[in-house]
C-alpha cells in the first residue's frame, strides 16, 4: 500500500503560482514514477506530467509545458508540483498518483491522494 497525500492548492490570480506537494507513505517511494493529474468541473480527469524514479526523467502535458516543473525529494519521499504564470483554464482538482510504469495513462497508475483544489481567478 502507498499512501498519497496532496496539499499547496489554493486560490491564485492569473499569472500567479503555487507550489503542490503530495507526501508518500508506505512502500519504498523511490521505487515508483510519480506523476501528476487534473480534473476540471465536468472534464475527464488529465495527464500533467510525471517523473522518473530518480526524477532525471520527466514530461508534461503540451498545455502546461513551460510553466509547470515537477521534482521530487526521495529523502523526503515527497513530489513537488511548481505552477507558474497559472491561467484560468488551469482550475482543477490536482491529483498526484504512483505507478510502476513509464506512463501518461491514467490507467497505469495504481495508487491516488485524495486530490488539492486550484482555482485561478481572470
Known amino acids: 500500500q502507498v499512501q498519497l497525500v496532496e496539499s499547496g492548492g489554493g486560490l491564485v490570480q492569473a499569472g500567479g503560482s503555487l507550489r503542490l506537494s503530495c507526501a508518500a507513505s508506505g512502500r519504498t517511494f523511490s521505487n515508483f514514477a510519480m506523476g501528476w493529474f487534473r480534473q476540471a468541473p465536468g472534464k475527464e480527469r488529465e495527464f500533467v506530467a510525471h517523473i522518473g524514479t530518480s526524477g532525471r526523467t520527466t514530461n508534461y502535458a503540451d498545455s502546461v509545458k513551460g510553466r509547470f516543473t515537477i521534482a521530487r525529494d526521495n529523502a523526503k519521499n515527497t513530489v513537488y508540483l511548481q505552477m507558474n504564470d497559472l491561467k484560468p483554464e488551469d482550475t482543477a482538482v490536482y491529483y498526484c498518483?504512483?505507478?510502476?510504469?513509464?506512463?501518461?495513462?491514467?490507467?497505469?497508475?495504481?495508487?491516488w491522494g485524495q486530490g488539492t483544489q486550484v482555482t485561478v481567478s481572470s
Open positions: 498518483a504512483s505507478t510502476t510504469l513509464w506512463t501518461m495513462r491514467e490507467s497505469g497508475y495504481g495508487y
